[in-house]
């Protein structure tokens, strides 16, 4: 291999290793809203997922009187339709806890979606189910 081909596998490799450290927990935005997902495995598998969902306000203050509702879902491929699975989450110790399926393999596309005082803010990212 030429030199330079080995610093591609190197950052490949990099990169990589920090996205895998980091689907365990994620940072988004959603409106004025603050989420942070903690899904309970390194990486999510196909199956049950546990998640914890964290909501803080612009003040960044707990956010704990809304209605969260967790959505996976994946396009559809060929020969396959496209498949959706939701979860309500409930509140428990200031944190809203989800179960959520992710019944094959691949990439889903997740999203939380929050309802409070009749508006609603929807975070959204995605997951390599295995
Ligand atoms: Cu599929």
Redesign the pocket.
């Given at each position: 291999m030429k030199r330079w081909s080995w610093l591609v596998v190197l950052l490949v490799v990099l990169v990589a290793g920090t996205v895998f450290a980091k689907e365990n927990t994620v940072q988004k935005k959603a409106g004025d809203y603050s989420v942070e997902i903690k899904m309970d495995k390194e990486s999510p598998v196909v199956g049950s997922n546990s998640m914890e969902i964290m909501i803080k306000d612009k003040a960044g203050k707990a956010v704990t009187d809304a209605t969260v509702v967790v959505t996976a879902s994946?396009p559809s491929?060929p020969g396959?339709p496209a498949?959706e699975n939701k979860a309500d989450a409930k509140l428990e110790g200031g944190k809203y806890k989800a179960k959520i399926d992710l019944s094959?393999g691949?990439s889903w596309n997740m999203s939380v979606r929050i309802t409070q005082g009749g508006k609603t803010a929807t975070a959204k990212w995605t997951v390599d189910a295995r």
């Open positions: 994946m491929m396959m498949m094959m691949g």
